[in-house]
């Protein structure tokens, strides 16, 4: 995962060409956004739909040059959160969050001076990010996470949250997340990509949601800072009885259409679908309703063939831990049929006609770190 955040930050524009002779030259720009179902039958037992807004330029997230390289100059500094999670970590209540976490100095011994030093370092930053986000968020607490349930089911890095992650807290009144995530946005997005719609036309229906949360988070890189906007919703309580799955359907949608902002060139993993399902027992995907995309493995990963076509690659398809990616290809949109598929028993033999055959700081999952694209552009699309 590190590994990954660490590519994404040295990725720009890449051509490329392939044996499929394109023609039209595949780009990956440094904007993304990414729609993520997680349907969890192991741990939470919840459904929780997210759109990811997720960039490494300050041009296209808007945060100060200066307090961007402030942050990446300490290396103790891992994340900033800003989120309206009711419950950010242990003992706070119905409050909005301002997180920093901070590396553990091993030099330092016991939980009160960790806490003490961890305030320390965090409060060099407190007063600008305050700035920043126009919020007057007031010193709370410091936690020691002790849970990393989460970050092992999803496979994501423990940067954000997870056992050893010491966060600094500053809290402030609770604020609607429709007004805060059309604030939030208003400071970070710039107008030119508020007016190009697509997935971020969707966040901001979905802020009006009963159990809807915004998060934003700095996560320093070597080079740049990995910059993410995300807006999700909790559908608790129904992971359990799903079999049909409808991706759109806790979107809120009927279709979902790309963002204009890669109408100028060919940007064909810029946008990305995603679904991962955590099950205790082993299931199966079936009766794909769309496309599935030919695929090769590189170094273990399904990679597209072709990205021009749109369709689902399942990898894997089966087991206790499913994940589906579906990219646009060539087209800019996709309706809620296409994107439909079922589950079944891991030891049912799928039928001929399937083509391919703690929960303390719900920040915990800012994304699977909308990593897909990254993926598949290093593996399968360099020179």
């Known amino acids: 995962m590190i590994k990954v955040l660490f590519f994404l930050g040295l990725i720009t524009l890449v051509g490329i060409s392939t044996s499929y002779a394109y023609s039209q030259e595949i780009s990956l720009a440094t904007f993304q956004e990414t729609a993520q179902i997680i349907i969890d039958k192991s741990i939470s037992q919840n459904v929780t739909a997210s759109i990811t807004l997720q960039s490494t330029s300050i041009q296209e997230i808007k945060i100060p040059a200066e307090l961007e390289q402030k942050i990446r100059d300490n290396s103790r500094i ?10 950010c970590v242990l003992g706070v209540v119905d409050q909005s969050c301002i997180i920093i976490n901070v590396a553990r100095d091993p030099e330092v011994r016991g939980i009160f001076a960790i806490q003490d030093e961890t305030k320390e370092v965090a409060n060099q930053y407190i007063n600008e990010v305050n700035q920043v986000f ?11 996470h002790t849970n990393d349930a989460s970050n092992l089911a999803l496979e994501t890095s423990g940067v954000v949250s997870g056992s050893g992650a010491i966060s600094a807290v500053y809290t402030m009144p609770m604020e609607d997340t429709n007004s805060m995530y059309e604030k939030i946005s208003a400071i ?8 190009s719609g697509g997935f971020y036309n969707v966040a901001k229906n979905l802020s009006f949601e009963e159990n809807a949360k915004m998060t934003f988070s700095i996560i320093p890189l070597d080079t740049k800072s990995l910059l993410q906007l995300k807006l ?14 409808n991706p759109l359907e806790f979107l809120k949608v009927e279709n979902i259409k790309r963002s204009d902002y890669f109408s100028a060139e060919f940007y064909p993993l810029n946008s990305i679908i995603q679904i991962v399902i955590l099950s205790p027992e082993d299931e199966k995907i079936s ?7 030919p695929t090769q493995i590189i170094d273990n990963e399904k990679i597209p063939t072709d990205v021009t076509k749109e369709g689902w690659i399942f990898d894997p398809q089966e087991g206790q831990r499913i994940q589906g990616k579906y990219i646009f290809g060539e087209e800019t949109s996709v309706n809620k049929e ?29 994304s699977i770190v909308a990593i897909t694209a990254a993926i598949f552009y290093l593996k399968g699309y360099k020179k």
Request: negative net charge; hydrophobic residues 45%; aromatic residues 6%.
């Open 338 to 366: 296409k994107l439909k598929f079922s589950l079944v028993d891991g030891k049912v033999i799928p039928s001929e006609e399937s083509e391919f055959d703690e929960s303390i700081v719900v920040v915990t999952i800012i």
């Open 134 to 144: 126009d919020t007057e968020a007031k010193f709370h607490s410091v936690f020691v």
């Open 78 to 87: 891992e994340a900033i959160i800003l989120t309206n999670q009711a419950q």
């Open 232 to 245: 999700s919703v909790d559908y608790t309580n129904k992971a359990s009885t799903i079999s049909e799955i």
């Open 287 to 293: 009766n794909i309703k769309g496309n599935i995309i």
């Open 188 to 195: 970070l997005l710039p107008k030119i990509i508020r007016d």
